[in-house]
């Protein structure tokens, strides 16, 4: 109440915000007659000053906000004949602030984005800017890009399909515009490479997301993940299928499609365990294949297909996305799910993968210095922005006034009356040339109706993830007389709907809803698709009974309300009371997928506090000019650890104890190379073991020789990668089963942050001493021109023994991956292989060197063993199917190496 009085009398905290842009507003367009006298060769030196001004720190980017608007405004008149509106200012001025500007559709928020970018682009750091899909990122790029190049700044666009150097080159531009899968992915790619030249993300300054809902709320459920096939069979996948198809509903099963979970009853867990021969399901020995009897239960009776997914023409289960209704080739479902449902589908299983690289994007666009957002639909997620990304949502008044008509629910019994009403309807508003726009939740529902309208000869167009190739042009049209377009969510966002020539006067474009999407967002996101810049138009939502929101989340005051109210067969019931209850439902589900999302972040959290570690080594790793300084802090560390037994003790260290240290002091630093007189029956003092480590690392500096530091850099790197691979697994595997520690009353979430972290100290050891065995067992020798068959132009391939011990991760990526990701496979597959610039292998013609890793036990009386090699080739660790360094674009094997 004290909050509704403030508000009534010094108005709303959006009203005052909005009030305070005033002046500035005001300073806009006082300098339009300025702006206006300048000639088109002027604008671009006029940007320039106020670019120079801002870069030697003489003004701030707010400082020339209006100057820099103003000129904006007029190049934009110019180039494109368009006039920022004074609301659009507004716009931008809350963009600049770092908030989310909520505009209806039709505003024009492409155009309004124009002017926190110009602004933004003058500091040098790059400005992004994010758009749900390509086909958006391409057409703003170009379209807002004549605008920028008029003004003198550079566009890149980053798109599926690209390679490294045209990644990096559109990083470089002043604007960058792409896809948020692009950006993420991106990020996650730099983060396996192994020089500094490769990577093509420049830093994070500053973002503006479009549809920031979709990307920010819609799609913060699904990590960014890189991942690589494992070695498991998928047979199990098919067997678990087979299982599932000789179980009874409600007798061995039972699904709660709320939660979209099943659960299998004492007589399936029998019926289970006779099929599979096994004693105990439950059994620690037999977990796996508890697991994917409920995924595969769960595949056939909570995910349908042309709902949750498609079955493409190659083969392929493809996922849909619940939201937009787009499909999304290349992600896959976690946890053996995506298996599930192929085998459900009797196509072909592809193998589960392991996490090599992920992020939410809750934490990635989290990185930016400063991160805004623009949509038509924000304030009821606004908490959620707030609480998440320190988001504030201000809604931004229209043009023209809103003067859509939004009548209430029509409410039926059943979905066949409901479905019967709709087709009515569509075809008295086609008789009467009223464009309608169909919503649908499903590609199921599309294609029926669609089936529907053809027996009645009413003709339509149809939008789904089955035919979005032209779903731009397809929603461009739907303003036009006598248009009837059925569309799922997807509906278009980002195109104008223009209505055709008297559309108008027949009440402007319909919106007929055929069914209450989970989040009231979704539903105003296809509302708002009429009624832009004031103009007429019209909205009504048709439910039944069986809609799956009435039918699950549906409280009993709704059904109590019908009953009260009565239903005839046929008869709809239009009630602002059961409207109001159906709202009620969907913020109650709302609210459930927040706590979700929320989870997921709190998680994540933990994850992002090590990524953010070991990434930031990793960069330093690349980028420091000599890293040998990082090296010795390791081995410092490690000599503390391995002593601590030693000087935790006053008196003489007995055999046992000798054993012990000298036996890890030979394993982690090889350190009898050194000290031939070392015995395993005294202990050398740490000083005097630290520097047999630094004449081992003279003598490596001596046989490497300019190559000394690409050789510290690498192993350094090959130990953090290998090492922060397996620490995503078994981070995986303690967040499959930390759940369970709540029945023990204690609370997952800090449960599995206390053990993350003992984990990841444990891991950072690992890097530690695996780098240092590894460099400290490694010996060099030159291979003179001509000394290795087959060797060319004096540069001989190094020779080997056996294949590089190293891993090299595959990166198909086939879990959450973006539909780009599998044109680029091949090139992935050996992501980090350490590929040698073609400007460094010029640079170097030295002979090739040969790399070992090699134990001497038979220093300490052991018996020799094989030395362990590794290709070498200008001073860069190759495996056979690595690409060759010489620029060939062949494998090694096939190439430099084809005769080893």
Same mark, same amino acid.
């Given at each position: 109440m004290i909050k509704f009085l403030i508000g009534k009398i010094f108005g709303t905290r959006n009203e005052r915000y909005l009030r305070s842009l005033r002046p500035k507003l005001k300073k806009c367009n006082a300098l339009e007659p300025q702006m206006q006298a300048l000639s088109d060769e002027e604008i671009p030196v006029k940007l320039a000053e106020y670019r120079d001004a801002v870069q030697s720190g003489a003004r701030t980017l707010d400082d020339v906000l209006p100057e820099v608007f103003a000129l904006v405004r007029e190049a934009s008149r110019r180039v494109m004949g368009m006039r920022h509106y004074d609301v659009q200012l507004v716009g931008g001025m809350v963009l600049h602030a770092g908030k989310i500007a909520e505009m209806k559709t039709g505003e024009g928020k492409t155009l309004v984005a124009t002017l926190p970018v110009v602004l933004n682009a003058l500091s040098g750091k790059g400005v992004h800017v994010v758009t749900v899909n390509d086909y958006l990122a391409r057409r703003d790029a170009e379209w807002m890009g004549r605008l920028y190049n008029f003004l003198g700044l550079s566009v890149g666009v980053i798109v599926q399909g690209l390679s490294d150097e045209e990644r990096k080159a559109a990083y470089a531009c002043d604007i960058t515009y792409g896809t948020n899968n692009e950006f993420g992915f991106d990020y996650l790619r730099d983060n396996m490479k192994f020089y500094a030249e490769q990577l093509v993300q420049r830093g994070h300054n500053y973002a503006i997301v479009d549809e920031v809902d979709s990307i920010l709320i819609d799609e913060a459920r699904t990590p960014l993940i890189i991942s690589g096939a494992s070695d498991e069979s998928t047979e199990l996948y098919q067997a678990m299928d087979a299982v599932v198809r000789h179980l009874a509903a409600q007798e061995d099963y039972t699904i709660d499609e709320k939660a979209k979970t099943a659960m299998l009853t004492d007589a399936g867990v029998a019926k289970c365990e006779k099929m599979l021969g096994i004693e105990n399901l439950f059994d620690p020995a037999s977990i796996s294949y508890q697991h994917h009897i409920l995924q595969s239960l769960k595949a056939h009776h909570c995910f349908k297909r042309d709902v949750d997914y498609i079955v493409s023409d190659e083969?392929?289960?493809?996922?849909?996305?619940?939201?937009?209704?787009?499909?999304?080739?290349?992600?896959?479902?976690?946890?053996?799910?995506?298996?599930?449902?192929?085998?459900? @589908?009797?196509?072909?299983?592809?193998?589960?993968?392991q996490t090599l690289a992920s992020i939410t994007f809750q934490n990635y666009f989290r990185m930016y210095?400063?991160?805004?957002? =623009?949509?038509?639909? +924000?304030?009821?997620? +606004?908490?959620?922005? #707030?609480?998440?990304?320190?988001?504030?949502?201000?809604?931004?008044?229209?043009?023209?006034?809103? $003067?859509?008509?939004d009548m209430p629910?029509?409410?039926?019994?059943?979905?066949? !009356?409901?479905?019967?009403?709709?087709?009515?309807?569509?075809?008295?508003?086609?008789?009467?040339?009223?464009?309608?726009?169909?919503?649908? $939740?499903?590609?199921?529902?599309?294609?029926?109706?669609?089936? =529907?309208?053809?027996?009645?000869?009413?003709?339509h167009?149809?939008?789904?993830?089955?035919?979005?190739?032209? @779903?731009?042009?397809?929603?461009?049209?739907?303003?036009?007389?006598?248009?009837?377009?059925?569309?799922?969510?997807?509906?278009?966002?980002?195109? #104008?709907?223009?209505?055709?020539?008297?559309?108008?006067?027949?009440?402007?474009?319909?919106?007929?809803?055929?069914?209450?999407?989970?989040?009231?967002?979704? #539903?105003?996101?296809?509302?708002?698709?009429?009624?832009?810049?004031?103009?007429?138009?019209?909205?009504?939502?048709?439910?039944?009974?069986?809609?799956?929101?009435?039918?699950?989340?549906?409280?009993?005051?709704?059904?109590?309300? =019908?009953?009260?109210?009565?239903?005839?067969?046929?008869?709809? $019931?239009?009630n602002r009371m059961v409207s109001k209850a159906i709202e009620n439902a969907q913020k109650r589900v709302e609210g459930h997928n927040f706590e979700i999302r929320k989870t997921l972040l709190d998680y994540d959290n933990v994850m992002n506090q090590q990524r953010e570690v070991i990434y930031s080594l990793r960069r330093d790793l690349m980028q420091l000019p000599d890293v040998e300084g990082v090296l010795f802090e390791f081995v410092d560390e490690l000599l503390d650890n391995i002593y601590q037994p030693v000087e935790a003790i006053k008196e003489a260290p007995d055999a046992e104890m000798c054993a012990e240290v000298n036996g890890r002091l030979l394993e982690v630093f090889n350190i009898?190379?050194?000290?031939?007189?070392?015995?395993?029956?005294?202990?050398?003092?740490?000083?005097?073991?630290?520097?047999?480590?630094?004449?081992?690392?003279? /003598?490596?500096? !001596?046989?490497?020789?300019?190559v000394y530091g690409d050789i510290l850099r690498y192993f350094l790197l090959e130990a953090l990668d290998r090492c922060w691979k397996d620490h995503l697994r078994a981070m995986d595997y303690l967040r499959e089963g930390i759940g369970l520690r709540g029945? +023990?009353?204690?609370?997952?979430?800090? /449960?599995?942050?206390?053990?993350?972290?003992?984990?990841?100290?444990?891991?950072?050891?690992?890097?530690?001493?695996?780098?240092?065995?590894?460099?400290?067992?490694?010996?060099?020798?030159?291979v003179e021109p001509g000394e290795v068959e087959g060797a060319e132009g004096g540069e001989a391939a190094a020779e080997s023994a056996q294949e590089p011990t190293a891993e090299?991760?595959?990166?198909?990526?086939? @879990?959450?991956?973006?539909?780009? @990701?599998?044109?680029?496979?091949?090139?992935?597959? /050996?992501?980090? +292989?350490?590929e040698a610039p073609a400007q460094e292998a010029?640079?170097?013609?030295e002979p090739a060197l040969n790399l070992r890793h090699k134990t001497d036990p038979a220093a300490m009386g052991g018996p020799a063993q094989e030395p362990e090699e590794h290709h070498l080739y200008n001073g860069v660790k190759v495996g056979r199917n690595d690409p060759c360094p010489c620029g060939s674009g062949k494998k090694f094997k096939k190439c430099c190496g084809r005769n080893l």
């Open positions: 083969g392929k289960v493809v996922i849909v996305d619940e939201f937009t209704g787009r499909l999304m080739p290349g992600r896959r479902f976690s946890d053996g799910l995506h298996q599930a449902l192929e085998a459900k @589908e009797q196509v072909k299983v592809e193998a589960e993968n210095d400063k991160l805004a957002g =623009m949509t038509g639909t +924000a304030q009821t997620e +606004a908490v959620e922005f #707030d609480q998440i990304y320190g988001l504030e949502t201000i809604t931004i008044p229209t043009n023209k006034p809103m $003067i859509r008509k629910d029509l409410i039926f019994r059943t979905q066949r !009356e409901k479905y019967q009403a709709i087709i009515e309807s569509i075809k008295e508003l086609y008789k009467s040339g009223q464009p309608v726009l169909v919503g649908t $939740i499903s590609i199921e529902t599309s294609e029926l109706l669609s089936s =529907m309208l053809k027996k009645e000869g009413v003709p167009s149809v939008l789904n993830a089955k035919h979005h190739a032209e @779903e731009a042009a397809i929603v461009a049209q739907a303003g036009q007389k006598g248009h009837v377009t059925i569309a799922t969510n997807m509906a278009g966002r980002g195109t #104008d709907i223009v209505l055709g020539e008297g559309v108008k006067e027949l009440g402007g474009l319909h919106i007929l809803g055929t069914e209450r999407h989970e989040s009231r967002r979704i #539903d105003n996101q296809l509302r708002g698709r009429s009624g832009r810049q004031g103009d007429p138009g019209s909205s009504r939502f048709y439910l039944s009974l069986e809609d799956n929101l009435m039918r699950i989340f549906g409280s009993e005051r709704i059904s109590g309300l =019908m009953e009260k109210l009565g239903m005839k067969e046929g008869e709809p $019931i239009e009898a190379r050194a000290m031939p007189e070392m015995t395993m029956s005294a202990i050398p003092g740490k000083e005097q073991a630290r520097e047999a480590v630094v004449r081992i690392f003279q /003598e490596l500096r !001596e046989e490497a020789g300019p029945y +023990a009353q204690r609370d997952p979430k800090r /449960e599995y942050q206390s053990e993350g972290l003992a984990m990841f100290k444990e891991m950072l050891f690992r890097i530690h001493e695996g780098a240092l065995t590894s460099l400290t067992h490694v010996r060099m020798r030159r090299q991760p595959v990166s198909s990526e086939a @879990e959450q991956q973006n539909p780009q @990701e599998s044109d680029r496979k091949e090139e992935e597959q /050996e992501q980090t +292989a350490p010029e640079a170097r013609p």
